[in-house]
């Protein structure tokens, strides 16, 4: 017995860090994903698998789970609490192929959750369902990272152009012609759940200095989707660059982001700025012109790559 699931990771518009108090955000599922392949077997253990990372973890009957490999281990969480959430009995191995870069803010936590799940439910020969797959993620990210929105979890079960309102309501959003996008990744990675403790803790401190930032943010987005919706490139830029702003305001920012972003803007971006949680990561920069000059640019210090969007959410393979 043996089932496959891809699901795609994500950048995130406009929003992050907003969407945590409940603002809205656009988010879209990117053109990298994660492959899940779940077997039983007779042995009575759990084993995770994960090459490019060069991570292992074995859980044996005691239940202790003992890790082995050079990599970051946090992504074998995200998959227990998964196994632990779909109830599946007996002995599995798990085995997975991640493309996207983790810690990056391009959702592969959330990318190899949803990929999980839906191996799991075929397993136990449930049908695919989207919105489930999208809400029970959702609940493995809040077990692991102490908080998180229902964003990255619904981008990477539903794939395209997401909008995320207050509700927490997601709607799949058209957008007439092609985005150009060039990710940019530093070398240090951020931690979400820390970044995420962060911005709350300097909400306690000066609610109102940051209420009114998370406001703003939610304006940006608002009118971020028309301008989206009907083409106003300048508008998305520079709706983009005021959001960068925000974000540094409360924190989450770095010298090396924020050099890659003003790189960009220099070589002809009309818009930049951290993409997902910040703290290291990646950023993002929309070029409807220059794009070679801007990715060349990027390309001088650190890991750039086009992203492209993905209209595809999680599949069975
Ligand atoms: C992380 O990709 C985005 C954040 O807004 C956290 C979340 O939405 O859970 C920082």
């Not at 609940?139 to 998180?148: D, R």
Request: aromatic share 2%; charged share 20%.
């Amino acid at each position: 017995m043996r089932a496959v699931a891809k699901a795609p990771g994500k950048i995130i518009l406009f929003g992050e860090h907003a969407v945590v108090f409940g603002k809205p955000a656009l988010a879209m599922a990117v053109n990298c994903q994660a492959r899940v392949e779940i077997r039983r077997v007779e042995e009575e253990h759990i084993q995770i698998t994960v090459p490019s990372l060069d991570v292992t973890g074995t859980i044996k009957g005691d239940g202790v789970l003992e890790c082995s490999g050079t990599g970051k281990q946090g992504i074998l969480n995200y998959i227990l609490q998964s196994i632990q959430l779909a109830e599946l009995e007996g002995g599995l191995e798990v085995h997975v192929e991640l493309e996207i870069p983790i810690g990056a803010g391009m959702g592969s936590s959330a990318a190899v959750t949803v990929a999980t799940l839906a191996a799991l439910a075929k397993l136990e020969g449930q049908a695919l369902d989207r919105g489930l797959l999208a809400q029970q993620a959702h609940q493995v990210e809040q077990l692991v990272q102490g908080a998180a929105s229902p964003l990255d979890t619904a981008v990477s079960a539903y794939g395209g152009l997401v909008h995320l309102n207050r509700d927490g309501e997601v709607e799949n959003l058209e957008v007439p012609g092609p985005l150009p996008l060039v990710v940019a990744c530093t070398s240090s990675r951020g931690n979400t759940g820390e970044l995420v403790a962060g911005v709350r803790r300097k909400r306690s401190h000066y609610p109102g200095v940051v209420d009114p930032i998370l406001e703003a943010m939610e304006q940006i987005t608002i009118q971020a989707r028309k301008a989206l919706l009907d083409g106003e490139k300048e508008v998305v830029g520079g709706l983009m660059n005021i959001n960068h702003g925000l974000l540094d305001a409360l924190g989450v920012n770095t010298m090396e982001l924020s050099t890659m972003a003003y790189q960009a803007r220099a070589a002809g971006a009309l818009g930049s700025k951290i993409t997902g949680a910040g703290g290291g990561g990646a950023i993002i920069a929309y070029a409807p012109e220059h794009f070679d000059a801007v990715l060349s640019k990027l390309r001088e210090e650190e890991e750039a790559f086009p992203v492209e969007l993905s209209i595809v959410g999680v599949e069975l393979e």
